[in-house]
């Protein structure tokens, strides 16, 4: 990274039009024939339209630049009041400056996130070694599935994975049943075994879970 990019010195943040007017240089209303731009300070986007600094324009604009004049003169343009006032020189700062900002506004959630990079490890650190927390869950988890044999385990968890509930066993039916399965339709096949249901599983959702992954997504 070169020290240009890097140079966010002349960048100015500009949260709303309380940081335009409060510069002690600011003219709201610039008449802009005799002034020649030095240079673009800072691109805004305020909340609601703000009124153009160019007493040529005056229109509210939203997104805006904060410029300088060579005599010293600060005041708000827009994108396309401020080309047609300062030409291709403002375009060229205008758009090195917004780059400039989006780098820095990159650079300062990056810089947020490191400086609070060991807080972060030390909280998921924390909520992994707990008493109660996701290695306990963990453990408790695969000591379960150990305990209710393997074959249980997994059509346990296939239950889960697709959120049923039923609980079913399968028998062979009774000479009663294959008889009256019989009378009803004759051109059936005949009845052999007869599914039942024994009841409702709630709550094993829990099975299909990564303690893990959902303390620390
Ligand atoms: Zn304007």
Redesign the pocket.
């Known amino acids: 990274m070169t020290a240009a990019v890097d140079d966010f010195s002349l960048l100015v943040d500009l949260k709303g039009p309380a940081d335009l007017i409060d510069g002690p240089a600011y003219n709201p209303s610039l008449v802009a024939t005799d002034s020649k731009l030095a240079e673009v300070l800072a691109p805004y986007h305020f909340d609601e339209p703000y ?4 007493a ?4 509210p ?1 939203q997104h ?1 630049y904060l410029v300088i004049t060579v005599d010293g003169t600060e005041t ?3 994108q ?3 080309k047609t006032i300062f030409g291709d020189d403002f375009e060229i700062k205008a758009n090195t400056r917004r780059r400039s900002a989006d780098r820095k506004y990159q650079l300062d959630i990056l810089h947020r996130a490191l400086a609070d990079k060991n807080k972060h490890l030390a909280r998921t650190g924390e909520l992994y070694n707990r008493r109660f927390g996701t290695k306990w869950a963990e453990d408790a988890l695969r000591r379960l599935k150990e305990g209710i044999s393997r074959p249980a385990a997994s059509k346990l968890h296939a239950m889960a994975a697709r959120g049923e509930t039923s609980v079913e066993d399968v028998r062979e039916a009774t000479a009663e049943e294959k008889e009256r399965h019989r009378a009803m339709g004759s051109d059936s096949k005949p009845l052999r075994y007869v599914t039942e249901k024994l009841g409702d599983l709630q709550g094993i959702a829990f099975l299909t879970s990564s303690p893990h992954q959902a303390a620390t997504a």
Do not use: A, E, I
């Open positions: 009124p153009c600094g160019l040529s324009c005056r229109q604009h805006g708000n343009v827009g396309h009041c401020g």
